[in-house]
């Protein structure tokens, strides 16, 4: 009885501290959240790739909570606004940042 009346409040800590680790926060995804923007990511490297003219290994993409993260280099402004647009229309997209860079 003694046992079970120890090990009780361990256990609670650490279901409480599992679910903890599993929410959001303003800094960090939840599991779920990670999963999903890594779909994202892919889903825009693959219609950037699929975008002719522009050269997808230059071009890095981030997602974080359906907001879009674009960076590296591209050869012509034309090319920076055609990956934003690009990066944008794909579903699940909030916003997009552009931080592509023009050489």
Do not use: H, W
């Not at 959240?33 to 002719?52: G, N, Q, W």
């Amino acid at each position: 009885m003694k046992t079970a009346a120890l090990i009780r409040p361990f256990l609670v800590v650490a279901l409480l501290t599992a679910t903890a680790a599993c929410t959001s926060t303003p800094t960090q995804e939840s599991t779920g959240e990670y999963i999903e923007a890594s779909a994202t990511t892919a889903k825009v490297k693959a219609a950037i790739l699929e975008e002719p003219g522009l050269k997808s290994l230059q071009i890095g993409v981030e997602t974080f909570k359906d907001e879009v993260q674009l960076s590296g280099f591209v050869d012509t402004a034309a090319s920076k606004a055609k990956a934003g647009q690009v990066a944008a229309n794909v579903p699940g997209v909030k916003s997009v940042k552009n931080n592509l860079v023009v050489k």
